[in-house]
């Protein structure tokens, strides 16, 4: 009888221990998005736009060149309506938008070798990376899951995705993503819709 009830007193200690550390872990991550969230309120976000250049050189090089005119026209248009509903619809930071393809120097802060974007995807003169502030990075892209046995990253749903400057995915309890629904029959989001609804999601977690 007195084994069963040390017993019990050794497991209801561990329970509180392991309680105790869930915890003080939730109250740190919490405290680390609040700052992430003023962070970026003070700061920029960076929108990265995918060109798929790779691809379209690709076809381009095996003679498909309506293939690949086909790909550019429709990277394009997705490009501008990104930056549109951007224009539109959010108002939580500053916001800037980079090609891909210059994702490196954006990567390392070397923001005079990059091209920041307008509405008609050309030099934006406007923009001034001394005032940026804190740089995080969003694109509109697949969330990634990473396997704690394995380490194993891998891609999940549709969203935009808000990254820190090294382009690493933020977390929770921090409103990295908004989902998409790209692809999903008689659910998928325009542009505008999605960012509308990132700027209410980080308004709201601001507040």
Same mark, same amino acid.
């Given at each position: ?14 329970? +509180?221990?392991?309680?105790? /550390?869930? &915890? ?7 405290? #680390?998005?609040?700052? /992430? ?9 960076? $929108? ?6 790779? @691809? ?18 429709? $990277? ?5 309506? +990104? ?10 930071? !500053? ?10 120097? $954006?990567?390392? @802060? ?9 509405? #008609? ?5 406007? $923009? ?22 394995? @380490?194993?990253? @891998? ?5 935009? +995705? +808000? ?14 993503? !908004?989902? &998409? ?10 542009? &505008? ?15």
């Amino acid at each position: 009888m007195k084994l069963k009830i040390l017993l019990f007193l050794f497991l209801s200690s561990c329970s +509180i221990s392991l309680i105790a /550390q869930k &915890s003080e872990k939730a109250i740190l991550e919490l405290k #680390s998005a609040h700052e /992430q969230i003023s962070n970026l309120k003070d700061g920029v976000l960076l $929108v990265r736009l995918f060109t798929k250049s790779k @691809g379209i050189e690709a076809y381009r090089r095996k003679g498909a060149t309506s293939q690949a005119d086909k790909i550019e026209r429709a $990277v394009k248009s997705r490009n501008i309506n +990104i930056v549109q509903a951007f224009k539109k619809e959010y108002s939580f930071s !500053q916001v800037a938008f980079f090609f891909s393809d210059e994702s490196e120097a $954006v990567k390392t @802060g070397n923001f005079d070798q990059v091209t920041f974007l307008n509405d #008609s995807l050309e030099l934006d003169t406007s $923009v001034k990376p001394l005032d940026f502030g804190t740089v995080f990075i969003g694109e509109l892209s697949r969330i990634e899951s990473v396997n704690e046995d394995t @380490g194993q990253v @891998g891609r999940g749903f549709s969203a935009f +995705i +808000i990254r820190d400057a090294r382009f690493n995915q933020l977390k929770k309890p921090f409103p990295y993503y !908004q989902r &998409s629904y790209e692809g999903v029959f008689f659910i998928n989001r325009t542009e &505008s819709t999605v960012v509308k609804k990132l700027q209410a999601k980080l308004e709201k977690f601001y507040l």
